[in-house]
């Protein structure tokens, strides 16, 4: 089927100048391929999966200790925004019969930077000696294992 020919066609029928011009534009907002980029709530998320499947096999029972909030923005119409809190400092809690281990996962290439952030968070929050430790694991880039650093002998009182 042939198309009417027109003087924006330059002489060619409707369809294929129809069909060139779309392709032109399909072509123009198609990104280049790259990878793309995680936020850093999903960053976050997967060391903690991790940290979590490393304490479950060390024997420890283990709770996520990050309550969500909702918070309403009114400059938006009411839109809903998530807004993530950690209680007692902590994003997971760790318990077997020995010990209780309240758990600040710090992950990526910048981990060890975060950790004086994370003993000055513990600080904050009392530690009965004996039986509650709190540590922080720091998961560096393909590392298997995370470093554990035991900061309730820092923070004490």
């Known amino acids: 089927v042939r198309g009417k020919l027109g003087p924006d066609c330059d002489g060619r029928d409707t369809v294929t100048a129809m069909a060139t011009m779309a392709t032109v534009a399909t072509a123009r907002t198609i990104p280049a391929k790259t990878k793309p ?18 304490l479950e096999a060390h024997g420890y029972v283990v709770a996520d200790l990050e309550k969500m909030y909702w918070i309403v923005d009114k400059r938006q ?14 994003d997971l809690l760790a318990v077997n019969a020995d010990e209780v281990v309240f758990v600040q996962v710090r992950g990526g290439a910048t981990a060890r930077s975060k950790v004086a952030a994370a003993i000055q968070l513990f600080a ?12 922080v694991l720091v998961w560096l880039p393909r590392a298997r294992e995370p470093e554990v650093i035991d900061c309730a002998d820092r923070v004490r009182r």
């Open 37 to 54: 980029r995680r936020s850093t709530a999903a960053i976050g998320s997967y060391y903690k999966a991790r940290s979590r499947r490393f």
């Open 124 to 135: 904050t929050y009392p530690c009965p000696a004996p039986v509650v430790k709190q540590w």
């Open 77 to 90: 119409h009411g839109r809903m925004i998530p807004l993530k809190k950690d209680q007692l400092g902590s």
